[in-house]
């Protein structure tokens, strides 16, 4: 039984209010929130699968958004040419995001610190630009998508609810298993390697071979982030491994935790429901005080310094500051 | 040579125009504590570097019980049996000190690639953990993180990490430095314990420590091995005393 404190009650909390949402949404028939739960769902597990390797093992990608564009265009690019079938698409997908993962890793693990950041900034706008390139399937206006995956009468993913309940579980399933894996032997060899790696060869660990396994996992789960995304959207286009996409997954991470269990989780809720309630909130209550100049319009002024707070204040993020960190 | 657990021959390694190791020839024999001395930039630090995969010979070989280890990375001459304790302390401070030792104990214990099971809880990782962290005197900090201990608790984990692979030879780079008075005697007497089960190579700046310990001295200048002997034949030796005293006329 877990202990009863803040931080628990938090992550108590947050996963049942996820639990409930489409509940909510149908006492107040309102699908917005149902929408909006949805994607934020699907982008925790996204920075859950990014917090594996960059909180647990210390590889700082900066283009973990190309394998949610990489799941996207699989799953968007056989849906287009007739291929409907979710059993046929989604493991596809999964070993294309699998396969670029193994060899973005293969290359930029061979730099470190700030070399591994540009390296993959660098592969994931090739990607992207492969992307803007495919102009038999939309290139830069992206393709739209007319079909959800079909899995026969297993699941209906075009039943708003159902699709939900998937991603919902299969975020709790992620976290899940990032939870079982950095605890593993092969958690411990990847967390030794982010504290010293010099130290992990010395003590007889070929951290190169745990590094990349850990990489290819993480892109994978984020190209299974991607399909949904996709499927969500009924839409796959570059714009969603855009870098500035790539660097909103690394805000949620460090804001929710690095290297926590529920951090991402957290964190993508945090940013993403601030994302959309700071327009409001400031439209309702500093807009009146500059009349025609609308503040609201500029709420990433107000988002910005927030997050530079939690940085500075909160060192472990949001999970830190619910445990208590003193040294944070 | 025959009973020479490490043998190097002619190692050669070169920075720019530095020559940090020329020619350097050593041997290690089952059994005995063989230490180096030498002044500040005699080359200990590349001679271990290379001796432990870190650094790349220009030239030269090492030999570990036999087999050519020359070419070999650091990780794979650790799963041969050489085990080395860091002069400037390297642990994984994030993690708990039982933790850093269990680490150890895992790199000899098979691949690892499982991915499911709490590593935490196996009892063939901790078990092995704590035995070394007892014999090193740290079974009662096991649980603080790494980062709480004290400097000379830091060394001693060290050695506890080296231990925990049962490694065929240790080599010890500076193992005292920093330490205070009662903690260099308690490592001193920590090391002539180990010295009875284990090869050892001491690199040390501590004559008294090494002269304690030793049963064979090389003396380390400007890259090369000037003597090699007991250490009474070491305090006998005339170029020794030179390279000693010599430096010391400089600095005065």
């Keep these: 039984m877990p202990a009863l404190n803040t931080r628990n009650i938090v992550i108590g909390l947050t996963i049942l209010g996820l639990l409930l949402v489409p509940a909510y949404a149908l006492v107040v028939g309102n699908t917005f929130i149902l929408t909006l739960f949805t994607r934020i769902v699907i982008l925790a597990i996204a920075a859950t699968s990014l917090n594996l390797i960059m909180g647990y093992g210390g ?72 992307g803007v390139s495919l102009s038999r399937y939309g290139a830069d206006d992206g393709l739209t998508i007319h079909r959800r995956s079909d899995f026969g009468g297993l699941i209906n993913l075009s039943n708003k609810t159902v699709f939900y309940y998937l991603c919902l579980a299969l975020l709790l399933g992620t976290v899940y298993l990032v939870w079982r894996l950095v605890n593993s032997r092969f958690g411990m060899v990847v967390q030794g390697a982010r504290s010293n790696i010099n130290r992990m060869r010395a003590i007889g660990f070929p951290s190169y071979r745990y590094q990349l396994t850990c990489f290819v996992i993480a892109g994978t789960i984020c190209g299974l982030a991607g399909i949904l995304l996709a499927n969500f959207t009924d839409f796959i286009s570059p714009a969603v491994m855009h870098w500035t996409r790539s660097g909103d997954l690394i805000v949620m991470v460090v804001l929710g935790g690095m290297g926590t269990t529920f951090g991402p989780l957290i964190g993508t809720v945090a940013f993403l429901l601030l994302e959309e309630a700071l327009p409001f909130v400031m439209a309702k209550t500093i807009d009146p005080l500059f009349p ?37 | 040579m025959a009973d020479a657990l490490l043998a190097v021959e002619g190692l050669t390694k070169r920075f720019g125009g530095i020559l940090a190791s020329d020619n350097i020839v050593l041997d290690v024999k089952q059994g005995e504590l063989h230490a180096i001395i030498g002044p500040n930039g005699a080359g200990k630090t590349t001679l271990i570097g290379q001796l432990t995969g870190m650094l790349t010979p220009d030239s030269g070989t090492v030999r570990f019980a036999g087999e050519d280890i020359t070419a070999l990375p650091a990780y794979a001459r650790s799963l041969l049996g050489l085990a080395r304790s860091f002069q400037i302390t390297s642990l994984f401070l994030d993690l708990s000190v039982l933790d850093n030792v269990a680490l150890a104990v895992q790199a000899h214990a098979g691949h690892s690639f499982q991915f499911w099971r709490d590593a935490r809880k196996e009892k063939d990782l901790r078990e092995p953990a704590l035995v070394a ?120």
Excluded: C
């Design chain 1, 59 to 130: 590889m700082v990608s900066f283009g973990h958004a190309a394998y949610l564009g990489i799941g996207g265009y699989v799953f968007g690019i056989l849906s287009f040419e007739g291929i409907r079938s979710g059993f046929i698409q989604w493991p596809l997908a999964l070993i294309i995001s699998a396969l670029f993962a193994l060899v973005i890793g293969a290359l930029s693990l061979r730099t470190r610190g700030v070399y591994f950041i540009m390296i993959t900034l660098a592969f994931a706008q090739m990607v992207y630009y492969v």
């Design chain 1, 292 to 328: 025609g100049v609308r503040p609201s319009e500029y709420w990433q002024i107000v988002l910005g310094p927030l997050l530079l707070f939690v940085v500075l204040f909160a060192r472990g993020g949001i999970d830190g500051f619910l445990r208590g960190d003193r040294d944070g």
């Design chain 2, 133 to 252: 962290l007892a014999r090193v005197g740290l079974a009662d900090r096991a649980d603080r993180p790494a980062s709480a201990l004290s400097h000379g608790e830091h060394r001693q984990l060290e050695l506890a990490m080296a231990l925990a692979g049962k490694p065929r030879m240790l080599l010890l780079d500076e193992p005292m430095a920093g330490l205070g008075t009662d903690e260099s005697a308690r490592m001193v007497k920590l090391l002539r314990e180990l010295k009875r089960e284990y090869t050892i190579l001491l690199i040390e700046h501590d004559m008294e420590a090494v002269f304690a310990l030793a049963d064979r001295i090389s003396v380390l200048v400007y890259g090369r091995v000037i003597a090699s002997g007991t250490p009474e034949a070491i305090r006998a030796n005339k170029d020794v005393r030179e390279a000693y005293l010599g430096e010391q006329e400089v600095v005065s």
